[in-house]
């Protein structure tokens, strides 16, 4: 007789479906993180510039946090399409890298608020750890269960981890630059998150070509 666990979780479409709207909320709410200056204060053209000048920080965070989370859709829809199927453990890894997603508007916020503060950049950056962890453990579990497509080679199994492994790298080094300044690591990240995200090329997966079918009979 089966058990629940063997039962529970084998959709992928299911899981997709959810972290699309998850994806879409987090994304949805950043923008709300954002607020026109208030009416009363502006009296000029010159006032409402200053204004507008001084949400800089809070732009700039806001354009990094999007590009995160376009990031991680990808990276997680890329691993969910190239699965078979999914049990109970593997939907429970997503559903935690979701949870992780869910936070990332507050440490969002948290960041544009005190952007001179380390400890706000350092929570900013565990946040995308943490989501970074978790796609690596989905991709391990999945390749440990037999639940990743025959038609994905071994280098190409191997390329995700591998990129996963250097984006975290490169994260944790433009973290590491808050020893100087939050600004430098700031600006480190935003180059980081372009490089990811306009150079789709870089750390290219490849599956294995189709095996060709007989022509029919004439």
């Known amino acids: 007789m089966a058990t629940y666990d063997e039962l529970a979780g084998h959709s992928i479409e299911r899981l997709a479906a959810l972290s699309d709207g998850i994806f879409g909320v987090a994304m949805t709410l950043l ?77 969002t916020r948290l960041l544009a608020e005190f952007v001179a503060f380390r400890t706000a950049l350092l929570a900013y950056w565990l946040n995308i750890v943490l989501l970074g962890g978790l796609l690596f453990a989905s991709w391990r579990r999945a390749k440990g269960t037999g639940f990743i497509v025959a038609s994905l080679s071994e280098d190409a199994q191997a390329a995700i981890c591998r990129r996963i492994v250097f984006a975290q790298a490169l994260y944790a080094f433009a973290a590491s630059l808050c020893v100087f300044t ?37």
């Open 31 to 107: 923008l709300l993180e954002l607020h026109v200056p208030p009416h009363e204060t502006i009296t000029s053209e010159g006032a409402l510039v200053h204004a507008l000048s001084a949400m800089a920080p809070q732009l700039i965070v806001y354009l990094m946090s999007f590009m995160t989370l376009g990031i991680f859709w990808v990276g997680q829809q890329t691993q969910l399409s190239h699965l078979s199927r999914s049990d109970r453990h593997l939907t429970w890894i997503h559903l935690v890298f979701l949870f992780a997603i869910t936070l990332m508007p507050f440490s």
């Open 182 to 218: 939050t600004t430098c690591s700031i600006i480190v990240l935003v180059l980081i998150q372009l490089t990811y995200a306009i150079a789709p090329s870089f750390g290219r997966v490849r599956t294995r070509p189709a095996t060709p079918t007989a022509p029919p009979p004439a």
